[in-house]
C-alpha cells in the first residue's frame, strides 16, 4: 500500500512532514481493520491514502480542499453535539478513524465516546489518536515552571482551534470502557519528527528508553462491546 503526502500549501505539506509517521502508522492500523463500511471524522491525510489504494471513504467534519473522491460527505460541527436541540449523528460504519481531533473539541469525553459508539457498527473498530497529556516533554516544560498547553485563542472557529484538552492513557481507556468500547490496542509513541534540532533529537532518545507513559502521541483501537 502506497502512504504519501496530500499536496496543497506549504503550511500543509510542512505539517504533514511533522506528522508523517503518525498519520502513516494511523493508515497502517485502518488497513488492517478494514473490513467494511468505513468513516474518518475530520478527514485529511488518511482518507486521501485510503481512496488512492481503492477504498471508499465516508467523511464527517470539515472537508479539505485537498480531499477528493471521498463516498458521501457529512458537513457537521461535532462541537454541537447535544447542544442547541442538535442529537447523536447514527451510523453503522465497521471503521471509524478520529486522528488528532478530539482534542481541539469543546466537549466531555464521555460525549465525544458516545458519539463513535453511536456511529460504529454492532462489531465496528474505532481508531483514535490524540497527544499524550503526560508526555516527557510537558512534564520537562512544568518543571521548568511553564505551561505546556496552549491559550484558548479569542476567535475559536470550529475546526481551527488549539488544543482544548488533553488526555492520558488511563483517561482514554477508562472512559472507552465505561462508553461500551474493549480495547484492542494502546500504544503510546514517538512518532512526530524530531530531525529539526539536536535538542529534540536526543529528546527522542531519551524518550525512548523511558517507559511508554512518557512518550509524545497515543493510539487506541476500540471494538465495539457487544
Known amino acids: 500500500m502506497q502512504f504519501e503526502i496530500v499536496p496543497g500549501p506549504q503550511e500543509e505539506i510542512a505539517y504533514q512532514h511533522y506528522h508523517f509517521r503518525r498519520l ?16 474518518e471524522i475530520g ?3 488518511i482518507t486521501y491514502n485510503l481512496i488512492r489504494n481503492g477504498f471508499k471513504v465516508d467523511t464527517l467534519g470539515y472537508l479539505s480542499e485537498g480531499v477528493r473522491g471521498v463516498n458521501k ?12 436541540g442538535h442529537h447523536f449523528i ?16 469543546h466537549l466531555d469525553l464521555d460525549r465525544i465516546l458516545r458519539q463513535l459508539w453511536e456511529l460504529t457498527s454492532p462489531r465496528g473498530v474505532v481508531i ?43 483517561e ?9 468500547f474493549e480495547v484492542l490496542e494502546l500504544h503510546t509513541l514517538n512518532y512526530f519528527d524530531y530531525s ?31
Open 24 to 39: 502513516k502508522f494511523a493508515f497502517e492500523k485502518a488497513i488492517q481493520y478494514a473490513k467494511g463500511t468505513i468513516l
Open 43 to 45: 478527514p485529511y491525510t
Open 73 to 84: 460527505h457529512i458537513e457537521f460541527d461535532l462541537d454541537s453535539l447535544g447542544k442547541g
Open 90 to 105: 447514527k451510523g453503522n460504519y465497521d471503521l471509524v478513524i478520529i486522528a488528532e481531533v478530539i482534542e481541539h473539541l
Open 128 to 170: 483514535i489518536q490524540t497527544p499524550n497529556a503526560t508526555s516527557l516533554k510537558k512534564r520537562m516544560a512544568m518543571l521548568a515552571g511553564k505551561n505546556p498547553f496552549q491559550m484558548i485563542i479569542d476567535d475559536y472557529r470550529p475546526g481551527y482551534g488549539g488544543h482544548l484538552r488533553e488526555f492520558t492513557r488511563k
Open 172 to 180: 482514554l481507556k477508562t472512559y472507552s470502557e465505561k462508553n461500551g
Open 196 to 226: 529539526h534540532s539536536y535538542k529534540a533529537r536526543m529528546y527522542k532518545v531519551l524518550s525512548n528508553r523511558l517507559p511508554q507513559a512518557l512518550r509524545d502521541g497515543v493510539t487506541i483501537v476500540l471494538k465495539k462491546s457487544i
